[in-house]
């Protein structure tokens, strides 16, 4: 089983560019996330998932959009990318059941000039 | 929201000692569940160890151990015989019980010293 992978690893953009960040996982997990962590200030929900079909918004959701269109995969997009994104990207997954922790893909780097 | 708290933003220990990251969170449930992740420089995010909040008991996995508290909202961790491989970042992390939204704290750098 790979687990959770993400495309790319990392990334250089500049102002006003979009892009695309892309989640997959092979575990069957219902719920998926992506956050992004920034130095001191630990890891922040942007947007998650409950289903396939299904998201909603988290902590930091303004300047990003998700898609879910498949079980296996999250998408995370950013239409016009701005320096105050520049960060490190997770996505993660977890189980319905009680208990169900995270996991983590590697992380992408994405850096806005 | 829940908030999660790590007031020490970095520790250092010395090798085969025994140190203690502290962790306090702040929430309206009963009924909760509580984790600790390893971020080591290579950037993945490592599950360390987890505990239901309906469980009185503090959970172990190896020389990781917890002190559950949950009157006082506090989810310390101890590393014990630590070794150079714990050096890293540890976040402590808070799960809802439905709807599976967890919740990060800023996170503890820690040293270990040879």
């Known amino acids: 089983n790979a687990g959770v992978t993400q495309t790319p690893k990392f990334r250089v953009l500049k102002t006003g560019q979009s892009m695309t960040l892309l989640c997959a996982q092979d575990m069957n997990h219902e719920y998926m996330y992506w956050y992004r962590q920034d130095p001191g200030m630990g890891l922040r929900l942007i947007h998650y998932?409950?289903?396939?079909?299904?998201?909603a918004k988290g902590e930091v959701p303004d300047g990003y959009n998700v898609s879910r269109l498949k079980k296996q995969n999250f998408l995370l997009g950013l239409e016009s990318a701005a320096p105050s994104q520049t960060s490190v990207y997770f996505c993660?997954?977890?189980?319905?059941?009680?208990?169900?922790?995270?996991?983590f893909g590697p992380g992408t780097r994405l850096t806005v000039l | 929201a829940q908030t999660v708290t790590q007031s020490q933003p970095e520790m250092s220990v010395q090798e085969a000692e025994t140190v203690t990251l502290s962790c306090t969170y702040d929430?309206?449930?009963?009924?909760?569940?509580l984790f600790w992740y390893k971020q080591p420089p290579s950037r993945q995010m490592i599950l360390v160890i987890r505990?239901?909040?309906?469980?009185?008991q503090n959970a172990t996995e190896n020389r990781f151990s917890v002190n559950f508290q949950k009157a006082a909202k506090s989810f310390s961790l101890k590393i014990s015989d630590s070794q150079l491989g714990d050096a890293a970042m540890y976040f402590c992390?808070?799960?809802?019980?439905?709807?599976?939204?967890?919740?990060f704290g800023s996170g503890t750098k820690l040293n270990v010293k040879p």
């Open positions: 929430t309206s449930e009963s009924d909760y569940y």
């Open positions: 992390a808070y799960r809802t019980y439905n709807f599976n939204k967890f919740y």
């Open positions: 993660a997954s977890s189980y319905q059941g009680l208990a169900g922790g995270l996991n």
């Open positions: 998932s409950v289903g396939e079909g299904t998201t």
């Open positions: 505990q239901e909040a309906y469980k009185q």
